[in-house]
């Protein structure tokens, strides 16, 4: 079974790897269950669209605060919240929305006419971020949501992982049943995956 952020179908990974019956299903599936999580770890983020409850974040002074994750859906609920002390005493209020704006494709909140306040733990966000990809949907497509290429390099190293399961030296450790097999991370990647990784992946500080 594909965990529910796996980031491409079976059905879509047996035809970019020509794979025809289904006696590797359980495999294929947990192969992609694996580079999903590579990929996720890689790139230090989440692409599925996930709802994210009272993140609490430090204020930094500045007048703009990014968020964990990103894009930030501009269509599900935002909250932001400050606490009323400086002292860790739980208790928080929300900022009235129209003392800020949230640039939504970067995870960027920007205030108005204030700053973070250099704070530790002042600030309390929920938010839901990612893409509208569910790969328990028939014919769901990370292209459908504008990153087709990162699908195309889930693809490629579900691919490569399959063919050299028995033969890579890039394996580290394996076992047989429940199939698990863990890689060498730089070593999966070609120079043409590295690019697409890259261009998702969290910049440093974020």
Same mark, same amino acid.
Not at 5 to 30: C, H, P, V
Not at 147 to 168: M, P, T
């Given at each position: 079974?594909?965990?529910?952020?796996? !980031?491409?179908?079976?059905?879509?990974?047996?035809?970019?790897?020509?794979?025809?019956?289904?006696?590797?299903?359980?495999? &294929?599936? @947990? !192969?992609?269950?694996? *580079?999903?999580?590579?990929?996720?770890?890689?790139?230090?983020?989440?692409?599925?669209? +996930?709802?994210? @409850?009272?993140?609490?974040?430090?204020?930094?002074?500045? +007048?703009?605060?990014?968020?964990?994750?990103?894009?930030?859906?501009?269509?599900?609920?935002?909250? !932001?919240?400050?606490?009323?002390?400086?002292?860790?005493?739980? @208790?928080?209020?929300?900022?009235?929305?129209?003392?800020?704006?949230?640039?939504?494709?970067?995870? &960027?909140?920007?205030?108005?006419?204030? @700053?973070?306040?250099?704070?530790?733990?002042?600030?309390?966000?929920?938010?839901?971020?990612?893409?509208?990809?569910?790969?328990? +949907?028939?014919?769901?497509?990370?292209?459908?949501?504008?990153?087709?290429? !990162?699908?195309?390099?889930?693809?490629?190293? *579900?691919?490569?992982?399959?063919?050299?399961?028995?033969?890579?030296?890039?394996?580290?450790?394996?076992?047989?049943?429940?199939?698990?097999?863990?890689?060498?991370?730089?070593?999966?990647?070609?120079?043409?995956?590295?690019?697409?990784?890259?261009?998702?992946?969290?910049?440093?500080?974020?």
């Amino acid at each position: 079974m594909i965990v529910s952020y796996g !980031l491409t179908t079976l059905s879509r990974a047996k035809n970019f790897m020509e794979i025809g019956g289904a006696q590797d299903d359980s495999l &294929i599936e @947990s !192969l992609i269950n694996m *580079v999903s999580d590579f990929v996720e770890s890689y790139c230090d983020r989440r692409f599925i669209s +996930t709802a994210y @409850s009272n993140e609490v974040y430090d204020g930094n002074g500045m +007048t703009e605060l990014l968020v964990r994750q990103y894009p930030v859906s501009s269509s599900a609920s935002f909250t !932001l919240q400050r606490r009323d002390t400086i002292d860790n005493n739980g @208790s928080f209020t929300t900022i009235d929305s129209e003392d800020y704006f949230v640039k939504y494709n970067e995870g &960027i909140i920007a205030y108005v006419n204030d @700053s973070f306040y250099p704070y530790p733990q002042h600030y309390r966000i929920s938010y839901t971020a990612g893409y509208a990809f569910d790969n328990a +949907t028939p014919g769901a497509t990370l292209e459908s949501v504008g990153i087709g290429d !990162l699908e195309f390099a889930v693809w490629k190293l *579900v691919n490569q992982a399959y063919k050299n399961r028995r033969v890579s030296a890039n394996v580290q450790s394996e076992s047989i049943g429940d199939y698990s097999v863990t890689f060498r991370k730089q070593a999966m990647m070609d120079e043409e995956l590295k690019a697409i990784l890259d261009k998702y992946r969290r910049p440093p500080g974020m």
